[in-house]
């Protein structure tokens, strides 16, 4: 996986995907954090910032549709859910 900042995409495999800019901090945070349980307070303060005052379940529905984007095969990472704690990216190495 290739993330490009500037241009808000990324490429998975040589194959260019689209995904919004919040996705892309997402899985920038998730990848300086791989393996570690993120809780969604963590993630609402780093992605959305500290002055936000939304529901916590708006990390829940961006991961929902950012694992609609990703192909399911042959990442060498997996979004997980982590019961009561949050969410990690969990990988092959």
Known sequence: MKIDRNAFNIKINGSRMEFTPKEIELLIYFTI???KVLSREQI???VW???YFGDTRAVDNLIK???KKLPEKNLGF???SVYG???????ST
């Open 33 to 35: 954090n791989k393996n």
């Open 44 to 46: 609402l303060n780093k």
């Open 49 to 51: 910032g500290y002055d």
């Open 65 to 67: 549709r950012m694992r």
């Open 78 to 80: 997996e979004i997980k």
């Open 85 to 91: 704690m949050g969410y990690k990216m969990e990988t």
